[in-house]
T-cell receptor, first 110, second 114 residues
């Protein structure tokens, strides 16, 4: 089983739609969680951290469920510019390594 | 401010040749990471350094891969001899201090081994 698993997509949604991505992780000792965004042929960039109580940044909401080892990202009122691959990222119980999921591709269409 | 700088941006070479990838982290960042990204396996951590010292190289696929960080502003990843299965995008990233700080990635090196 992979340490971090994501549905690869692609998710094709119309502009203005709400879309949700899910991610599961295998290491119950994982401590920190993030969502990164990667545009086509570009480098990954931090989108947001994920906090235990859930957190929101504009149109983006991240949730964490430690009991189910599950992380989600919700994008409301999606824009064409949201088209990208979204990477679920987990820090394990020790050390400074981040483990990246293979990403979920989002395509927002007119 | 300059970000993480990688060179070359693209490399195409024949199987068996030595390949050297270079990275200049953001000034002041004390962590440096080398990743490899492929469609099949996604983004994989190869090795990371803290204050120029290799901390974890468990992701280095085999002895053909080696990485060095001779000073705080420069690191290399070397593949010798290269094989077609090494073809991937190699990213270097750096970070300052605690884990809640973001990792900043370079533009990557697209490596093709023929």
């Amino acid at each position: 089983r992979k340490e971090v698993e994501q549905d690869p997509g692609p998710f094709n949604v119309p502009e203005g739609a709400t879309v949700a991505f899910n991610c599961t992780y295998s290491n119950s000792a994982s401590q920190s969680f993030f969502w990164y965004r990667q545009d086509c042929r570009k480098e990954p960039k931090l989108l947001m951290s994920v906090y235990s109580s859930g957190n929101e940044d504009g149109r983006f909401t991240a949730q964490l469920n430690r009991a189910s080892q599950y992380i989600s990202l919700l994008i409301r009122d999606s824009k064409l510019s949201d088209s990208a691959t979204y990477l679920c990222v987990v820090k394990g119980g020790g050390g400074n390594k981040l483990t990246f999921g293979t990403g979920t591709q989002l395509k927002v269409e007119l | 401010d300059a970000g993480v700088i990688q060179s070359p941006r693209h490399e195409v070479t024949e199987m068996g040749q030595e390949v050297t990838l270079r990275c200049k982290p953001i000034s002041g960042h004390d962590y440096l990471f080398w990743y490899r990204q492929t469609m099949m396996r996604g983004l994989e951590l190869l090795i990371y350094f803290n204050n120029n010292v290799p901390i974890d190289d468990s992701g280095m696929p085999e002895d053909r891969f080696s990485a060095k960080m001779p000073n705080a502003s420069f690191s290399t990843l070397k593949i010798q001899p290269s094989e077609p299965r090494d073809s991937a995008v190699y990213f270097c990233a750096s970070r300052v201090g605690p884990l809640n700080q973001p990792q900043h990635f370079g533009d990557g090196t697209r490596l093709s081994i023929l």
